[in-house]
Structures are given as structure tokens and as C-alpha cells.
């Protein structure tokens, strides 16, 4: 079992940053792959980024490309998204996600394993 806890998330004003963590415990040697999604209120879960644990591979979803980078320590068990230029669309609940295959993948059933989830709200 995998264990993932978010932290960072808060409320910001449009334009600003904030960087999510995603602290990964437990059967970490299962994990080959972590990745970030978000829902906002009546939508579906959505890609944001995700990256590969034992290769340099990283995918940032078009809509927060240029704005979000995705990095890891595979030393730390950690995984970050920076956000910055925050826009109010990007509010959400972000999810830490982490998966047994080394590939990337930006569908929500490639990923074995969750956190709960950190707010983000950004305002106008």
C-alpha cells in the first residue's frame, strides 16, 4: 500500500503561485510514476501533470502548460507542482496520484493509488 498526502494548497489572488507537495509513504518501490489531477465543482477530474518516478519524463496538460511544472525527489518520496500566473478556472481540489507503470499517463484508472486532496481557490 501507498500512502500520498498533499499539502500546500490555499487561497491566492489571480497572477500568483502556489507549489503543492505530495509526500509518498509506505510500498514507495511499487511506485513508478506520480502525477497531479484537480475537480472543480460539477466537473470531472482533470490531467494536470504527471512525471516518472525512475525516468526524466514529465507531460504538463495544454491547459496549464507554460503556467505548472511538475517535479520530483525520488530520494524525498516527493513530488511538487509549482503553479504560477494562477487563474481563477484554476480552482480545484488537486489530487496527488501514483501509478505502477513507468509510463505516463493523463487517465484518472491508470493510477493505483490517491491522496485527499488540497484546495486551491484563486481569486479575481
Known amino acids: 500500500q501507498v500512502h500520498l498526502v498533499e499539502s500546500g494548497g490555499g487561497s491566492v489572488q489571480a497572477g500568483g503561485s502556489l507549489r503543492l507537495s505530495c509526500a509518498a509513504s509506505g510500498r514507495t518501490v511499487s511506485v513508478a510514476s506520480m502525477g497531479w489531477f484537480r475537480r472543480a465543482p460539477g466537473k470531472e477530474r482533470q490531467f494536470v501533470a504527471a512525471?516518472?518516478?525512475?525516468?526524466?519524463?514529465?507531460y504538463v496538460a495544454d491547459s496549464v502548460k507554460g503556467r505548472f511544472a511538475i517535479s520530483r525527489d525520488t530520494a524525498k518520496d516527493t513530488v511538487w507542482l509549482q503553479m504560477n500566473s494562477l487563474k481563477p478556472e484554476d480552482t480545484a481540489v488537486y489530487y496527488c496520484a501514483a501509478g505502477p507503470d513507468a509510463r505516463i499517463f493523463d487517465r484518472p484508472a491508470e493510477y493505483t493509488w490517491w491522496g485527499q486532496g488540497t484546495q486551491v481557490t484563486v481569486s479575481s
Open positions: 512525471v516518472s518516478w525512475h525516468r526524466s519524463d514529465a
